[in-house]
């Protein structure tokens, strides 16, 4: 071990707490509480030991860094410093590295597993529903929604909405109605276009429909979320079926903090309860607040991109994407606050701070969350007999470290975390399919994967 190690792992053993004080009282205003979403950076003077204590000592004053010179003994510094490295080692668990994906089994703590290709070299595979049968729906964000037969063959299914295929917008969601295998109803959420004094806005919409062959008909549209707005990103999209039949719509804030997630008199940064012909479930929590918007279910969430009903007690679970770090998972309640942008475990993109808050009355803290962010998208509970050695946990795909991730679950407690499939790819998707089967989608190229369980000799 080479001396400059062996101060960090001694300054690890001696006087850790004592950085996390200075940290908290000298840093964190314009760091973030935090210090993982720190570390999580680009390092414009280097990461190494000597230099975070360069960046500390002398500060960077073009940039806005104060120096600690004077504040300071060198060995406080040095704490400091190696307190930030303990960070990035943190942060580095989710870089992967060299551990490709190399072949189609795949071992994981508790099962291997075989990954059975359903579609490759696809645009982007959003979303995924999978019937009894195992004929698989997927949507692709430039606006296709094809149906794969059980011998893998493929049907385009027309008559679906025009989409403003653009940033993160495109077709997004599809869902299947419970009773899809008699009614033949599905549903579609997707970015909407509008022109407005000749400027080209957008918002997230959802359509229900029938599908008669391969073509969609009675196609109706039961949902916009308003007001529409330039920016092309953080659509939300996710729609998921409650036990009464009401379906719950995620929309993400749109680029809009301040203006949109805290209040109540307009859609975005919100999750939505509404019944299929589009009217409002009674028991909605805003039903009768003047000035509300009626389908609101919970608010204050950046960008829901999960959503998923626990189908032993039919409570409604989401995840959305924090700034940097601060990814969430919430158990969704009624009428409830989850703080967005008031209370965050993130800071912002460019390493400053939206918030000091991490917690605050009246706001729900979430069940876990991410530092660093991993972009989780898709969510399922596994309640298949295919998986007994899963069973009530929630997958989550990462978007930004191409894996799955596991949370095994006790109550509403989070008792153990897996990061699963590692190098599979960007992951867009994971849902448990009617069939019993777990299937998970990634980009970069386009693909969709059947998750089969192998059994161990
Ligand atoms: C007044 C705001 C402010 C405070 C307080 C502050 N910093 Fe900074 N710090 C900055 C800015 C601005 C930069 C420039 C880099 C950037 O764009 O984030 C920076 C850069 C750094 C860097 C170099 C990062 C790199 O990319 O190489 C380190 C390390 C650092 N700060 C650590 C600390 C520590 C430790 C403390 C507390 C002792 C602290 N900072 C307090 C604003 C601040």
């Not at 004592?18 to 973030?32: I, L, S, T």
């Not at 008792?415 to 970069?444: A, F």
Request: net charge neutral; glycine share 10%; with cysteine.
């Amino acid at each position: 071990m080479s001396p400059k190690e062996m101060v960090v792992e001694e300054v690890v053993k001696t006087d850790f707490a004592a950085a996390e004080v200075h940290y908290k009282n000298f840093c964190a205003g314009c760091h973030g509480e935090q210090m993982q979403a720190f570390v999580d950076r680009q390092w414009k003077k280097g990461n190494s030991q000597e230099q975070i204590f360069a960046s500390i000592k002398q500060g960077i004053p073009d940039d806005g860094m104060p120096s600690y010179d004077t504040t300071f003994t060198d060995q406080e510094i040095m704490n400091l410093a190696a307190y930030i490295r303990s960070g990035i080692a943190k942060t580095d668990q989710f870089k992967f590295g060299e551990t490709k994906l190399t072949s189609n089994i795949v071992a994981t703590d508790e099962v291997t597993i075989e990954l059975d290709t359903m579609v490759y070299n696809v645009e982007v595979p959003w979303s995924m529903q999978v019937l009894k049968d195992g004929t698989l729906f997927y949507t692709e964000r430039q606006g296709a929604l094809t149906m794969l037969k059980p011998d893998k063959t493929k049907v385009a299914i027309t008559g679906v909405p025009a989409v403003r295929n653009r940033g993160q917008g495109g077709l997004l969601e599809i869902e299947l109605h419970p009773d899809f295998e008699n009614n033949q109803m599905l549903f579609l959420s997707y970015s909407k276009m509008k022109m407005v004094d000749g400027k080209e806005m957008g918002t997230t919409a959802v359509i229900k429909a029938k599908l008669s062959g391969n073509a969609l008909t009675n196609v109706e549209e039961i949902f916009e979320a308003l007001p529409y707005k330039p920016t092309a990103h953080h659509y939300g999209c996710k729609l998921e079926f409650d036990k009464n039949g009401y379906l719950f719509i995620s929309v993400g804030e749109r680029g809009f903090e301040k203006e949109h997630p805290q209040f109540l008199d307009n859609h975005c940064g919100k999750v939505h309860r509404i019944k299929i012909d589009g009217t409002i479930p009674e028991d909605n929590p805003f039903v009768n607040s003047p000035g509300s918007i009626k389908s609101i279910y919970t608010y204050g969430n950046r960008n829901p991109q999960g959503l998923a009903v626990n189908p032993v007690d039919g409570k409604l679970w989401e995840s959305e994407h924090g700034p940097r770090g601060g990814d969430e998972v919430n158990l969704m309640k009624p009428g409830h606050n989850y703080g967005w942008p008031v209370i965050s475990y993130g800071i912002n993109y460019n390493g400053t701070t939206f918030t000091d808050k991490t917690a605050l009355e009246g706001m729900d803290q979430p069940i876990t969350y991410f530092v660093p962010s991993i972009a989780a998208s898709g969510m399922t509970f596994v309640n298949s007999d295919r998986y007994p050695m899963w069973k009530g946990n929630i997958l989550l795909g990462s978007l930004r470290f191409n894996y799955l991730h596991r949370l095994v679950m006790k109550g509403e407690e989070v008792v153990k975390q897996e990061l699963m499939l590692k190098n599979i790819g960007r992951m867009r998707d994971v849902t448990q399919g009617r069939d019993g089967y777990i299937y998970v989608s990634v980009e970069r190229p386009g693909a969709i994967y059947k998750l089969k369980p192998k059994v161990r000799s």
